[in-house]
Structure formats: C-alpha cells, structure tokens
C-alpha cells in the first residue's frame, strides 16, 4: 500500500470507530507499519486541515470527528479531471489558495476507482508559471472579506501611481484570469476595483466595515455585465435570497457612462442592510471607458473594472 492510499485508510480506520480513539500500536498492527510511520502520518494528516486529534493518557488514543469527513466520492473520469484542472489554476494571487488546497487534498482522499488514477495522472502533467504576489496580502484581503472589517492597503495602479487608502470590501471579481478586490473607498468616497496583484501591501483592521452590495458598486462600470459563476450555483442555492442572480436590467440601472476626459461624480453608492460577500465573473470590454461613479476605468479594454483611481 502507498503512502496516499495508507493516508485515506487511516481516516476511514478512524472513521469507522468514532468517535473513539486508537492507539498508534493498534494502528500499526493494522496496516503493519512501524508506530514511527504511524505517528508521522497522523501527524501529515493533521497538518492538511484533516479533523485527527490525539487523547493523552490512559484509554486515549488518535481520534476523528466523523460528522467533518468526507464519505468516499464516486466522481465520473471526467468530473476529476475538471475538478484538477480547477485546482491547478488556483495560484498565489488566486483568493483562499491556502484553503484550496488543503481541500484538494481532502478531495483527493475522498476519491475512489478509475476517477482518483485519472485526477492524479493528469495532475503530473500540468505545470504552472510561480506568482509574485506576497500571500501576506491575499490573506489579509481574506480576513477581511470573511470578517466583514475595513482594510488598509497600498495600490499601485496600471500608470504606475501609488496609493494608500482604507477600503470597505464588498466581494470579489475575477475577469480572464485576473482577480479584483470590490471595495468602497473611504477616501475616494465612491467604489473602487483593486487588481489583487497590484496590492502591494495589505493589513486588516478592527473597524466593521458598512455592508455594500456588488451590484451597486458596479453600477455603470465596465464590469457591469459581470453574472454569477454559474458553477457556484449549488452554493448559491444554500444561502438563499440573499444571493439573489443579478439581472442586466438591474445592473444597467439608468446610470450613464462616464466618457473619459470627463469629471466623475462623487456621491455615496446606495447600499443593502446586510447583502452577503459575493464573487462575479466579469469580461474585458473594448471600446468607451466608464466610471464607478468616480473611477473612471481605461478605454482600451485593459481591465474590467476601474483601476483603483
């Protein structure tokens, strides 16, 4: 038996006994291994996010928390390889790239048959080009959208212009590979969208942030043709109406385009009681530049959305 193939059967091991505990000379009697392999392995296990804990003295043991496993999963050939394709376009830049994988792993575990031969075939034979995007940051911005806190952060924008400003998160767009921070601006009074990989620091702060709806934020903006990831549909069904789909006509909204050359109008962006984090998937759009209500975004279809101006 293989070390990954060892990895999965030590949690169902564990699994099929919660929620007692072992001890690591049952364990090792049990797939004949050494208590050294034992204890290493349970260690690895729990380092990956795989719920194991260990009981001291007498009558303890290692442990699992079954009701947080995952039964085996019977995925089709080709739901692996899209779900491992997926997983190797997570990069450094791409937000909860630590959790993902951390649940790739977990996936992978769960995997049985032809399904788990191809994912991992196919997984030695992808290679990516490394990020320069400091994780220090993705996971500040992360914070900040799960905890619902304002974020200061330092951006230098496509004309090489730095900043520093306090934002009020609202969600996440990502566009042809590039991932944004949708966020009002308290400085510049109006919303702003922050390509995630010209955030050059990032730190959270203890302020709540004021809820701001997505759709709103990207009234008039290049991205306002951005819809819901029709793959997190599932997840969408689970939080209810608060996630309701946002329509063209909403997002159109009657707000006219700002041209460039133009003065934006500054004005406070109506917003929703408590409208949920949320992620959109937006498109470059080539042609008239428009604003966020005061961020005016480039004519040349460079980015989806204003550049954090």
């Known amino acids: 038996m293989n070390r990954t193939a060892r990895l999965y059967a030590l949690v169902e091991e564990l699994r099929a006994v919660a929620p007692r505990p072992l001890t690591v000379a049952a364990l090792a009697a049990r797939f004949e291994i050494s208590t050294r392999t034992v204890q290493r392995d349970l260690q690895t296990l729990m380092e990956t996010g795989v ?4 009981t001291p003295g007498r009558g303890g043991g290692w442990s699992i928390a079954a009701e947080m496993t995952l039964p085996p999963i019977h995925f089709t050939p080709e739901e692996a390889s899209a779900l491992t ?17 951390t649940a790739a792993q977990k996936i992978t575990a769960s995997m049985t048959g032809p399904a788990s031969t191809v994912a991992r075939e196919l997984a030695a034979r992808i290679v990516t080009r490394p990020s320069r995007t400091d994780s220090a940051i993705r996971t500040a911005v992360e914070q900040a959208l799960t905890h619902n806190t304002a974020l200061r952060l330092s951006y230098t924008d496509a004309a090489g212009r730095e900043s520093d400003r306090v934002v009020e998160p609202a969600g996440l767009l990502t566009a042809e590979g590039r991932w944004y921070l949708i966020a009002w601006c308290r400085t510049r009074r109006a919303g702003r969208g922050f390509r995630l990989d010209r955030i050059t620091a990032a730190t959270p702060t203890d302020e709540a942030a004021r809820p701001h709806h997505l ?4 009234l008039g903006s290049t991205a306002a043709d951005a819809v819901r990831p029709t ?3 599932p997840l969408r069904g689970l939080l209810g109406e608060g996630f309701a789909q946002l329509e063209p006509d909403v997002l159109a909204g009657g ?12 004005g406070q962006l109506p917003h929703q009681e408590q409208p949920p984090p949320a992620l959109l998937v937006g498109r470059r759009v080539a042609g008239v530049g428009v604003a966020f209500r005061g ?15």
């Open 51 to 54: 719920p194991v804990r260990t």
């Open 85 to 101: 394709a997926a997983l190797a376009a997570v990069g450094a830049a791409t937000p909860y790239a630590g959790a993902a994988r």
């Open 215 to 218: 759709s709103d934020l990207l």
């Open 231 to 233: 793959a997190l549909a």
């Open 255 to 266: 707000v006219q385009p700002v041209l460039p050359g133009d003065t934006p109008g500054v």
């Open 295 to 309: 961020a005016v975004a480039y004519g040349d279809g460079r980015d989806a959305v204003a550049d954090g101006l």
